[in-house]
């Protein structure tokens, strides 16, 4: 269907900038280093298993821990750590890492979203939710804080920390948080506070708007969720809008809200997520 997935998907992850600069919600941003070794040469032949395996979430994990691998000034230390009590699983911290420069070790958080603005909600902050309206970014937000940062510090994380000669008072704790966000069409031009609004990917738009002749003569792509960081402009396999309303009907009888590439003429395109709700 598509030729080079991985690649693609680890192109559409690097361009995918993070959700906001410095600090938010009392998180730090962990800036991603910049990447420069030929993707093609290395990137199947190291992580073969994505062709067939992963979630959007794990992949993208691997891409991250891909990118510290390769570069000289960052040591990985561990990655996807489980710490259990009692053999019940508390939690998982994504990675370990030293910046060789600094000499400073970093606890880092991989997460990669897509969020949708629903300008009805009453607070900003509440407003950026996920496109079926099942989680929300201060809800990640708050888990990060209460949950997955916190656990570095339980007893029962001591044991890998003592393993790698690491004491967690001396750890910094930041995310690598990246996003793509959608907006209402009537929106398409606003600035949003507190988050970055490079990372507007598109628009978000109701069945019928959708469904509307300002949308009739376009081609269009539905990918599959572990593709949708790709750009719509590696899109092979294009139906027309009669088409692509079938495959949207079937996403709602799941009560999934689906990503769509529209291709315009001219060859320019679209991303936009026709939602259920």
Not at 136 to 143: A, I
């Amino acid at each position: 269907m598509m030729q080079n997935r991985i690649e693609k998907q680890f192109e559409g992850f690097l361009e995918t900038p993070a959700l906001w600069e410095n600090s938010f919600q009392e998180l730090f941003q962990f800036e991603l280093p910049e990447f420069h070794t030929p993707v093609q040469q290395s990137l199947d032949k190291d992580l073969p298993s994505l062709a067939t395996n992963f979630v959007m979430g794990k992949r993208v994990e691997r891409f991250f821990e891909w990118i510290i691998q390769k570069n000289p000034n960052y040591k990985l230390l561990a990655g996807n750590m489980q710490i259990s009590r009692n053999k019940i699983t508390l939690g998982e911290l994504d990675f370990l890492l030293e910046d060789l420069i600094n000499q400073q070790v970093y606890h880092i958080e991989m997460v990669y979203k897509f969020y949708v603005y629903d300008p009805s909600l009453t607070s900003e902050m509440d407003r950026w939710i996920g496109p079926n309206r099942r989680d929300t970014l201060l809800q990640k937000t708050e888990k990060l804080k209460e949950k997955q940062f916190p656990l570095l510090f339980k007893p029962e994380t001591d044991d890998l920390l003592n393993l790698l000669d690491l004491n967690s008072i001396n750890i910094l704790q930041q995310a690598c948080f990246k996003a793509n966000l959608f907006v209402p069409k009537e929106l398409q031009n606003q600035q949003f506070p507190e988050i970055n609004n490079k990372c507007v990917a598109g628009i978000w738009l109701h069945f019928e708007d959708f469904n509307s002749t300002g949308y009739r003569d376009f081609q269009f792509y539905a990918p599959k969720k572990q593709d949708w960081p790709i750009l719509p402009k590696h899109g092979e396999i294009w139906v027309n809008h009669s088409e692509i309303i079938i495959q949207i009907e079937n996403s709602f009888a799941n009560k999934k809200a689906p990503l769509i590439w529209a291709k315009k003429p001219g060859n320019k395109f679209e991303r936009l997520f026709v939602v259920w709700w």
